[in-house]
């Protein structure tokens, strides 16, 4: 069974800076691609970035410029680093994964999900 654990969620205010951490453990063949996305309040779930295990990014047009997605392969590890944040970018920010397992099946893994809240 694979967890992901995310960890860095806080307060900041408009123009500061952040930075979300997301650790993925258990037993897999590898991870093919790892993401962030987030659910602002009363919204929907949506796709912040997105980084392949061969480093291929995608971002939300809402962050492009702003955040920065990056992966430590040997640590399973995802981050996501956030400049100049707005107000509107609070919300529930969730690690996404797709994992082969031993098995060689893909699956879909989350996070339990970290809180960004941004005062103006």
């Known amino acids: 069974q694979v967890q992901l654990v995310e960890s860095g969620g806080d307060l900041a205010q408009a123009g500061g800076s952040l930075r979300l951490s997301c650790a993925a453990s258990?037993?897999?063949?590898?991870?093919?691609?790892m993401g962030w996305y987030r659910q602002p309040p009363g919204k929907q779930r949506e796709l912040c970035a997105r980084?392949?295990?061969?480093?291929?990014?995608n971002y939300a047009d809402s962050v492009k410029g702003r955040f920065t997605i990056s992966r430590d392969n040997a640590k399973n590890t995802v981050y996501l680093q956030m400049n100049s944040l707005k107000p509107e970018d609070t919300a529930v920010y969730y690690c996404n994964a797709d994992i082969l397992t031993p098995g060689g099946i893909r699956r879909n893994y989350w996070g339990q999900g970290t809180q960004v809240t941004v005062s103006s």
């Open positions: 258990g037993s897999s063949r590898g991870i093919v691609a």
């Open positions: 980084i392949t295990s061969g480093g291929s990014t």
